[in-house]
Protein backbone atom coordinates (compact mmCIF):
# COMPACT_ATOMS: atom_id res chain seq x y z
CA UNK A 1 0.00 0.00 0.00
CA UNK A 2 1.62 3.67 -1.12
CA UNK A 3 1.33 6.24 1.10
CA UNK A 4 1.16 9.58 -0.80
CA UNK A 5 0.95 12.70 0.74
CA UNK A 6 -2.39 14.34 -0.73
CA UNK A 7 -4.27 13.55 2.25
CA UNK A 8 -3.71 12.58 5.87
CA UNK A 9 -2.99 8.87 5.67
CA UNK A 10 -3.60 6.25 8.50
CA UNK A 11 -1.88 3.20 9.66
CA UNK A 12 -3.66 0.53 11.12
CA UNK A 13 -1.90 -1.38 13.70
CA UNK A 14 -2.37 -5.14 15.10
CA UNK A 15 -1.14 -7.74 17.01
CA UNK A 16 -2.25 -11.18 16.18
CA UNK A 17 -1.91 -14.47 17.48
CA UNK A 18 -3.65 -17.90 15.37
CA UNK A 19 -6.78 -15.64 14.69
CA UNK A 20 -7.62 -17.07 11.43
CA UNK A 21 -11.61 -17.60 12.41
CA UNK A 22 -12.05 -13.56 12.77
CA UNK A 23 -9.40 -11.64 11.34
CA UNK A 24 -10.69 -11.59 7.81
CA UNK A 25 -13.95 -9.51 8.72
CA UNK A 26 -12.11 -7.20 10.98
CA UNK A 27 -9.32 -6.26 7.79
CA UNK A 28 -13.02 -6.39 5.71
CA UNK A 29 -14.43 -3.64 7.89
CA UNK A 30 -11.61 -1.12 7.03
CA UNK A 31 -11.25 -1.62 3.50
CA UNK A 32 -10.92 1.63 1.76
CA UNK A 33 -10.45 3.11 5.20
CA UNK A 34 -6.79 2.39 6.38
CA UNK A 35 -3.57 3.11 3.87
CA UNK A 36 -1.31 0.70 5.58
CA UNK A 37 -1.74 -2.61 7.73
CA UNK A 38 0.98 -3.35 10.00
CA UNK A 39 0.48 -6.86 11.89
CA UNK A 40 3.04 -7.86 14.77
CA UNK A 41 2.59 -12.06 15.19
CA UNK A 42 3.58 -13.29 18.18
CA UNK A 43 3.57 -16.86 16.93
CA UNK A 44 0.75 -18.19 14.69
CA UNK A 45 0.54 -21.63 13.97
CA UNK A 46 -2.47 -21.31 12.04
CA UNK A 47 -3.70 -19.45 8.59
CA UNK A 48 -3.38 -15.78 10.63
CA UNK A 49 0.01 -14.70 8.61
CA UNK A 50 -1.26 -16.03 5.41
CA UNK A 51 -4.58 -14.10 5.61
CA UNK A 52 -3.64 -10.66 6.51
CA UNK A 53 -0.99 -10.91 3.56
CA UNK A 54 -3.81 -11.70 1.60
CA UNK A 55 -5.15 -8.15 2.20
CA UNK A 56 -1.61 -6.09 2.03
CA UNK A 57 -0.75 -6.12 5.11
CA UNK A 58 3.12 -6.22 6.23
CA UNK A 59 3.49 -8.76 8.78
CA UNK A 60 6.36 -8.55 11.18
CA UNK A 61 7.27 -11.15 13.86
CA UNK A 62 7.58 -10.37 17.36
CA UNK A 63 8.25 -12.75 20.49
CA UNK A 64 5.77 -12.97 23.26
CA UNK A 65 6.38 -11.46 26.38
CA UNK A 66 3.48 -11.49 28.54
CA UNK A 67 3.31 -7.36 28.14
CA UNK A 68 0.76 -6.07 26.06
CA UNK A 69 1.96 -2.76 25.75
CA UNK A 70 5.61 -3.80 24.28
CA UNK A 71 4.10 -5.64 21.30
CA UNK A 72 2.00 -2.77 20.40
CA UNK A 73 4.77 -0.83 21.04
CA UNK A 74 6.26 -2.81 18.40
CA UNK A 75 3.98 -2.81 15.78
CA UNK A 76 3.58 1.44 15.98
CA UNK A 77 7.33 1.61 14.62
CA UNK A 78 6.47 0.32 11.17
CA UNK A 79 3.59 2.79 10.56
CA UNK A 80 4.16 5.27 8.26
CA UNK A 81 0.56 7.43 8.27
CA UNK A 82 -0.11 10.00 9.87
CA UNK A 83 -2.65 8.96 11.57
CA UNK A 84 -2.91 5.40 13.98
CA UNK A 85 -5.79 3.05 14.16
CA UNK A 86 -5.27 0.02 16.85
CA UNK A 87 -7.29 -2.69 16.54
CA UNK A 88 -7.39 -6.33 17.19
CA UNK A 89 -8.50 -9.38 15.32
CA UNK A 90 -11.90 -10.15 16.86
CA UNK A 91 -12.86 -6.47 16.41
CA UNK A 92 -14.73 -4.60 13.50
CA UNK A 93 -15.20 -1.12 12.60
CA UNK A 94 -18.44 -0.21 12.15
CA UNK A 95 -19.91 0.46 8.39
CA UNK A 96 -21.52 3.85 9.69
CA UNK A 97 -18.49 4.73 11.36
CA UNK A 98 -16.39 5.22 7.92
CA UNK A 99 -16.85 8.14 6.87
CA UNK A 100 -16.95 9.63 10.27
CA UNK A 101 -13.37 8.54 11.00
CA UNK A 102 -11.93 9.88 7.36
CA UNK A 103 -13.29 13.31 8.56
CA UNK A 104 -11.04 12.92 11.88
CA UNK A 105 -7.65 12.64 9.86
CA UNK A 106 -6.46 16.02 9.76
CA UNK A 107 -2.54 16.90 9.20
CA UNK A 108 -2.43 18.09 12.58
CA UNK A 109 0.91 17.83 14.54
CA UNK A 110 0.21 18.47 18.31
CA UNK A 111 -0.26 15.02 20.45
CA UNK A 112 -3.88 13.90 20.03
CA UNK A 113 -6.01 11.09 20.45
CA UNK A 114 -9.37 10.16 19.77
CA UNK A 115 -12.04 8.28 21.92
CA UNK A 116 -14.17 5.84 20.52
CA UNK A 117 -16.86 3.46 21.47
CA UNK A 118 -16.57 -0.43 21.85
CA UNK A 119 -19.97 -2.36 21.22
CA UNK A 120 -19.06 -5.58 23.45
CA UNK A 121 -20.99 -8.00 22.49
CA UNK A 122 -22.21 -10.96 25.13
CA UNK A 123 -22.60 -14.62 24.37
CA UNK A 124 -26.18 -14.07 24.60
CA UNK A 125 -26.05 -11.54 21.38
CA UNK A 126 -26.69 -8.59 24.19
CA UNK A 127 -24.32 -6.08 24.69
CA UNK A 128 -22.96 -2.73 26.42
CA UNK A 129 -20.08 0.00 25.46
CA UNK A 130 -17.33 0.69 26.49
CA UNK A 131 -14.66 3.28 25.21
CA UNK A 132 -11.29 3.34 24.35
CA UNK A 133 -8.58 5.44 22.96
CA UNK A 134 -8.06 3.60 19.56
CA UNK A 135 -7.39 6.71 17.37
CA UNK A 136 -3.80 8.79 17.77
CA UNK A 137 -1.66 10.96 15.97
CA UNK A 138 1.49 9.29 14.70
CA UNK A 139 5.05 10.70 15.47
CA UNK A 140 4.89 13.03 17.81
CA UNK A 141 5.67 10.73 20.26
CA UNK A 142 2.84 9.07 21.80
CA UNK A 143 3.09 5.11 22.94
CA UNK A 144 1.28 2.16 25.16
CA UNK A 145 1.42 1.51 28.83
CA UNK A 146 0.36 -1.04 30.99
CA UNK A 147 1.18 -4.72 30.15
CA UNK A 148 -2.28 -5.24 29.90
CA UNK A 149 -5.56 -2.96 28.52
CA UNK A 150 -2.87 -1.31 27.43
CA UNK A 151 -3.19 2.55 27.03
CA UNK A 152 -2.10 5.96 25.06
CA UNK A 153 -3.69 8.33 27.38
CA UNK A 154 -1.42 8.89 29.59
CA UNK A 155 1.72 9.02 27.18
CA UNK A 156 -0.77 11.43 25.12
CA UNK A 157 -1.32 13.93 28.25
CA UNK A 158 1.96 13.62 29.41
CA UNK A 159 3.25 15.27 26.11
CA UNK A 160 0.85 17.91 27.00
CA UNK A 161 -1.76 16.27 24.04
CA UNK A 162 -5.37 16.38 23.68
CA UNK A 163 -7.89 13.96 24.45
CA UNK A 164 -10.89 13.96 22.40
CA UNK A 165 -14.43 12.36 21.87
CA UNK A 166 -16.04 10.50 18.67
CA UNK A 167 -19.51 8.74 18.37
CA UNK A 168 -17.43 6.07 16.14
CA UNK A 169 -17.92 2.04 17.10
CA UNK A 170 -15.75 -0.66 16.72
CA UNK A 171 -17.81 -3.83 18.06
CA UNK A 172 -15.90 -6.53 19.69
CA UNK A 173 -16.89 -9.70 19.34
CA UNK A 174 -14.30 -11.23 22.14
CA UNK A 175 -16.31 -11.32 24.95
CA UNK A 176 -19.17 -13.74 23.30
CA UNK A 177 -15.95 -16.48 22.77
CA UNK A 178 -17.18 -19.91 24.32
CA UNK A 179 -15.37 -23.55 25.24
CA UNK A 180 -11.52 -23.53 25.30
CA UNK A 181 -10.85 -20.39 23.43
CA UNK A 182 -12.54 -18.88 26.21
CA UNK A 183 -11.08 -20.73 29.43
CA UNK A 184 -7.54 -19.87 27.49
CA UNK A 185 -8.15 -15.87 27.42
CA UNK A 186 -9.57 -15.52 30.52
CA UNK A 187 -6.43 -17.51 32.48
CA UNK A 188 -4.04 -15.52 30.37
CA UNK A 189 -6.09 -12.35 31.27
CA UNK A 190 -5.63 -13.81 35.07
CA UNK A 191 -2.43 -13.88 35.29
CA UNK A 192 -1.36 -10.73 33.86
CA UNK A 193 -4.06 -8.63 35.53
CA UNK A 194 -2.89 -9.96 38.50
CA UNK A 195 0.65 -9.64 37.73
CA UNK A 196 -0.12 -5.72 36.90
CA UNK A 197 -1.55 -4.99 40.10
CA UNK A 198 1.72 -6.88 41.87
CA UNK A 199 4.16 -4.55 39.81
CA UNK A 200 2.09 -1.39 40.03
CA UNK A 201 0.07 -1.59 43.08
CA UNK A 202 -0.72 2.25 43.26
CA UNK A 203 -1.72 2.19 39.73
CA UNK A 204 -5.39 3.13 39.90
CA UNK A 205 -5.83 1.66 36.43
CA UNK A 206 -4.54 -1.81 37.38
CA UNK A 207 -6.59 -1.95 40.13
CA UNK A 208 -9.81 -0.85 37.77
CA UNK A 209 -9.24 -3.42 35.19
CA UNK A 210 -8.76 -5.89 37.28
CA UNK A 211 -11.83 -5.55 39.60
CA UNK A 212 -13.25 -5.76 35.75
CA UNK A 213 -12.12 -8.95 35.10
CA UNK A 214 -13.32 -9.84 38.95
CA UNK A 215 -16.85 -8.98 38.01
CA UNK A 216 -17.03 -10.41 34.28
CA UNK A 217 -16.22 -13.69 36.06
CA UNK A 218 -19.17 -13.32 38.41
CA UNK A 219 -16.94 -12.30 41.81
CA UNK A 220 -18.29 -8.98 42.68
CA UNK A 221 -16.88 -8.99 46.25
CA UNK A 222 -13.11 -9.40 44.57
CA UNK A 223 -14.44 -6.58 41.98
CA UNK A 224 -14.85 -4.27 44.96
CA UNK A 225 -11.88 -4.55 47.11
CA UNK A 226 -10.10 -3.56 44.05
CA UNK A 227 -12.66 -1.17 42.46
CA UNK A 228 -12.31 0.74 46.02
CA UNK A 229 -8.35 0.83 45.56
CA UNK A 230 -8.77 2.72 42.56
CA UNK A 231 -11.39 4.93 44.03
CA UNK A 232 -9.12 6.08 46.93
CA UNK A 233 -6.07 6.32 44.72
CA UNK A 234 -8.22 9.30 43.09
CA UNK A 235 -6.08 9.12 39.56
CA UNK A 236 -8.55 9.27 37.09
CA UNK A 237 -10.07 11.87 35.16
CA UNK A 238 -14.09 12.80 35.15
CA UNK A 239 -15.06 10.31 32.47
CA UNK A 240 -13.26 7.21 34.08
CA UNK A 241 -14.20 8.00 37.77
CA UNK A 242 -17.92 8.32 36.36
CA UNK A 243 -17.61 4.82 35.15
CA UNK A 244 -15.55 3.78 38.27
CA UNK A 245 -18.72 5.06 40.51
CA UNK A 246 -21.46 3.40 38.36
CA UNK A 247 -19.48 -0.21 38.80
CA UNK A 248 -19.09 0.32 42.34
CA UNK A 249 -22.74 0.62 42.62
CA UNK A 250 -23.42 -2.10 40.18
CA UNK A 251 -21.12 -4.42 42.11
CA UNK A 252 -22.68 -3.09 45.45
CA UNK A 253 -25.97 -4.30 43.93
CA UNK A 254 -25.23 -7.71 42.94
CA UNK A 255 -23.90 -8.27 46.98
CA UNK A 256 -26.85 -7.23 48.05
CA UNK A 257 -25.47 -3.72 49.70
CA UNK A 258 -27.98 -1.40 48.24
CA UNK A 259 -27.34 1.44 50.75
CA UNK A 260 -23.74 1.51 49.89
CA UNK A 261 -25.04 1.49 46.16
CA UNK A 262 -26.65 4.02 46.05
CA UNK A 263 -23.35 6.21 47.99
CA UNK A 264 -21.79 5.81 44.58
CA UNK A 265 -24.85 5.70 41.90
CA UNK A 266 -23.97 8.57 39.22
Request: proline share 2%.
Amino acid sequence: MGLSKTLPKLSLCMIVKDEESVIEDCLKSVKGVVDQIVVVDTGSRDSTVEICKRYGAEVYYYRWRDDFSAARNESIKYARGDWILWMDADERLDPGSVEKLKRLLTFERKPMAYKVLIKNIKPDGSYYFSDAHRLFRNGVGIFFTGIIHEQVAPSVLSLGGEIRDTDIVISHIGYSYTGSRERRKKERNRKLLLKYVDREPRNAYAHYTLGQFYALDGDHHKALEHYLIAYRLDQFDKSLTGSLLNVIAESYIEVGEYKKAKEFAV
